[in-house]
């Protein structure tokens, strides 16, 4: 099969981009849709056209950094699926597909499909771990977690961190990515200490990286190569509404008096 | 000739640990901020590492080349983590995992190491549990666990098919909060390309901006690797595409022996090569074989056969045939040249005969469809995208692949490398896991190294330190680092060859396999050698590198790991062609068990089985750079004394 790419070429954060048309060499359908990438640049290479470049790393569908729109889609036309996991099969001979990076003003362009997520990382620095030395954890079986919670918890930690979710909302919105965060650490017994802390730090990080607000289209679950369900979401709206009711933890004076 | 001294501590092998940390030297409370550390990495072993280091007070600056430490490859790890908790009841305990380690491992694991890594395991679940790691439960709301290979008890923790994913968001997270405590400084999009060694100690590294191409110099009072391991010189392999060895080999290049590089692990149970085109290998958990039978067809004839059309009769479940007491959970290595084996005699199945099943269809009549999909739906999904095979239907298809290397930088007991100041932990260094790791002990080593055992050992390092000496980085050896940096990066893109580093690598990948892969041969390795010569050789001048230099350019990050690699591709050659037998991983057709030996008559072993030569290969070969690569580099050795376990023939059967 061959089929016809118009790529979005941009040098860098601060120039205009463009799109490009490329047509590719004869291919396989069982190559991944990444591998199709990686012949094209090969082929561009030898002409001594720069690579186009894009994210990459698993090619699995764990480490959340392809980030591809293929045809308008974030992570291309299958449900469940990133971008390293689409295989050509997926297309026929003679398509016409167009790439595009995530769009989104909190993740800045870098360069062509590559774009800057590490607003993400900044979300979870406000807020996103539960706090325990290592060395002053009690025996893991001391705590037992009913199945379900534990279940449940791990269907929001599966979250890869790829920001299709922003990419796919029309306001650019990070909830659905907070909010599996916030569900996972707040469904376990070890989370509650830090319950409502957490997710008014994380959310107010979240709004000051720019990210817009959610009006609750779904969109973010349709893309989502793990399928986090927006419940969670509603789940997080309850946490935070409660966050605020307490407001502010009270402050103690450290220290004694002796 | 480098210093090697293991300085194992004195005393019974179940407490020199416990003893080594109250003889090791501390540093006061006040003292500790006065400290800066470097950490190279954030995967299991330098997440975990960054985190606990700040807690206890150090000055820390984590680099990964990565845009998130979340990224780091640790997170593809699906099957799980080792723990001699002994929840099941089993029989387990920590001399049984330290056992079934050192044996594992053919006896060419540092004793003393692997007795503390098996003590340490029961902290790690601990700790992780606390971070909300949401390991699986039991209805009961105890952690559950399974089995992998080369074990008798159930003693591996998981989460789904995602441990790694979870074990590294939950190093992340204790990063993370360190990191917004400001008390580790995270360096992103950052790749180290050289180490800055300063009166024999190691004092800082040379780091070039991903982003912007810039290059900058960084000091401190200590360096840590913890940058994973370098599969990735068999091009094909189930790493992520951007695992690499530069960290390492740039250290080797400053001094630091690089520890058994030939000691690869070979994963039994990945989804088989279909083409030219291929990027990568995608492992189907060895977790799997705890429900999955492995097959192929008794006849030859009958490997074009639909599977469901061969008789039970007709089958052949070699593992369970040949080591019937661990069957189909035979160690890693066991399994993977049983496989080749049967595809070498012509009985391998799919299109390129290169493939054996792996059949779920009894387990399904045994526990139902939805039991064995909650254990391993993602893994069959992901099987199903690949092949767009449903292994619900018709048993996968499956074949060893490139997937750990055991082998690394030398360390000794305090994972200080030869040279002073410089740590290695996780994959990167080689002490735990001899000539073949066990499934499920890798995470349980990079979690060990960086929670527990560097936090205890580094300031025994430091406490020779004087607090506020560090080096400034403009002295001359940061310098002449800089410029070693800039120079090769001036030099690849401004020649004008004409192929990608991409396709060198390829070239690289596949002389490697064919010639130091799952079986190596003294002629096969020389040829190796010389094919690797002429390559470097073609890379010097050939090589076309297109793009700017000051900003994002994955070709010039290729350029460098590819150069590595190749450098790294012949020294594994040599360091298979000097070990002179068979051992774990390693396997020299010239020294393998035959029908005429008594081990293979008593039963012990099977005709084929690696032979190990104890009397004069039971040593650690560190090897050492001798100033150009294309010098033979100077063999150290390191002699392995067994106070505990006795070497002995290994016995799966
Ligand atoms: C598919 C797969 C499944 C696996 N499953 C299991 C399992 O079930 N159980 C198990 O125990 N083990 C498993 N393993 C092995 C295990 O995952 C790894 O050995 C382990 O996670 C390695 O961790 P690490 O911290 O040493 O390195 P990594 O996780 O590889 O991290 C390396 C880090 O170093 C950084 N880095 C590297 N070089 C540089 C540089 N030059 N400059 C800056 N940063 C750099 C990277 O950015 C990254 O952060 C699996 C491996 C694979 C490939
Ligand atoms: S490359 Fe890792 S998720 Fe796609």
Known sequence: MKVTLKVWRQKNATSAGEFKTYSSPELNENMSFLEMLDVINEDLAIKGEEPIAFDHDCREGICGTCSLVIDGKPHGPHKGVATCQTYMRSFKNGDEIVIEPWRAKAFPIIKDLVCDRKAFDRIQHAGGFISVRTGAAPDANSIPVPKEDADLAMDAAQCIGCGACVAACKNASAMLFVAAKVSHLGLMPQGQ????????????????????????????????????????????NRDYAVALFKGEPKKTAGGGAG | MATLNSNIPAGPLASKWEKHKFSSKLINPANKRKYKVIVVGAGLAGASASATLAELGYEVHNFVFHDSPRRAHSVAAQGGINAAKNYQNDGDSVHRLFYDTIKGGDYRARESNVHRLAEVSVNIIDQCAAQGVPFAREYGGLLDNRSFGGAQVSRTFYARGQTGQQLLLGAYSALNKMIGAGAVKSHTHSEMLDLVVVDGHAKGIIVRNLQTGEIARHSADAVVLATGGYGNVYNLSTYARGSNVTASWRAYKRGATFANPCYTQIHPTCIPVSGDYQSKLTLMSESLRNDGRIWVPKRKEDCGKNPADIAEGDRDYYLERMYSAFGNLAPR???????????????????????????????????????????????????????????????MRIYPAVHYTMGGLWVDYNLMSNIPGLFVLGEANFSDHGANRLGASALMQGLSDGYFVLPATIST???????????????????????????FIKRVTSGNGKRSPDSFLKELGKVMWDHCGMARTADGLQKGIQLIGSLREEYRTNLKVLGDIDGWNQSIEKAGRVADFIELGELMCRDALMREESCGGHFREEYQYTAADPEVQQGIVNAGDVKRRDDQFAFVAAWEYAGAADKAPILNKEDLKYEEVKMSTRSYK
């Open chain 2, 333 to 395: 290595d066991v399994a993977s040249r049983a496989a080749k084996y049967v595809c070498d005699e012509g009985r391998g199945v799919g299109e390129t005969g290169l493939g054996v099943y792996l059949d779920f269809a009894e387990s399904i009549k045994r526990l139902g469809e939805s039991k064995v999909r909650e254990r391993y739906g993602n893994l069959f999904s992901m099987y199903h995208e690949i092949t767009n095979e449903d292994a619900y239907k018709t048993p």
């Open chain 1, 193 to 236: 200490p830090e319950r409502y802390k957490r997710v008014k730090a994380m959310v107010d990080q979240m709004d000051a990286e720019g990210f817009g607000s959610c009006t609750i289209t779904g969109s973010c679950e349709a893309v989502c190569p793990k399928e986090i369900s927006l419940d969670f979401i509603a789940r997080m």
């Open chain 2, 461 to 487: 390092y430091l406490a020779t330190v004087k607090a506020g000496q560090r080096p400034a980085t403009d002295k001359a050896e940061f310098k002449e680092a800089e410029d070693n940096v800039s120079g």
